[in-house]
């Protein structure tokens, strides 16, 4: 049996995740419940727009590491939108949001294992690269 590339498994696990309507809502109060400072960046967001962001961002995340050009542009922009000069996102938010997204997303991708927790380190951590090079 032939072995699935890390973006097939992180997409099916993506999938499998935001079909409950309870993952974004999950993941918001993990993420915003770990920091202060967090809670206060998102204190004027509209949470339900943000939930089909995320959604975005994560299938977008899995087209970048395939080097669609699209995908890279899109990264590219979301780098700016939240580099130093606009939304300020600091470097070490992205830990916390990517181990509170892996620690929400392993509750509720039912076929959950070490091979998906991979994918989901692999591409998300790539792309935090990414945007870390150019806070």
């Given at each position: ?12 696990s ?8 309870e ?5 918001y ?15 004027s967001t ?35 939108t ?7 996102i600091?470097p070490?938010?992205?830990d916390?949001w990517?181990e509170?997204?892996?620690?929400t997303?392993?509750?509720?991708d039912?076929?959950w294992?070490?091979t998906?927790?991979q994918?989901?380190r692999?591409?998300?951590g ?6 870390i090079?150019?806070?």
């Amino acid at each position: 049996m032939e072995e699935m590339a890390p973006r097939d498994v992180l997409l099916q696990s993506i999938r499998r995740c935001i079909a409950s309507e309870e993952f974004m809502p999950a993941f918001y109060e993990r993420f915003l419940g770990a920091s202060e400072e967090i809670r206060k960046k998102f204190r004027s967001t509209d949470l339900q727009r943000q939930h089909q962001m995320l959604a975005r961002s994560l299938e977008l995340c899995a087209a970048a590491t395939m080097g669609e050009p699209a995908a890279l542009a899109e990264i590219r922009e979301r780098a700016t939108t939240h580099d130093r000069d606009h939304l300020n996102i600091e470097p070490h938010f992205y830990d916390i949001w990517l181990e509170t997204l892996i620690a929400t997303a392993c509750e509720f991708d039912r076929e959950w294992n070490d091979t998906v927790e991979q994918a989901w380190r692999r591409i998300l951590g790539y792309v935090i690269q990414r945007m870390i090079r150019q806070y």
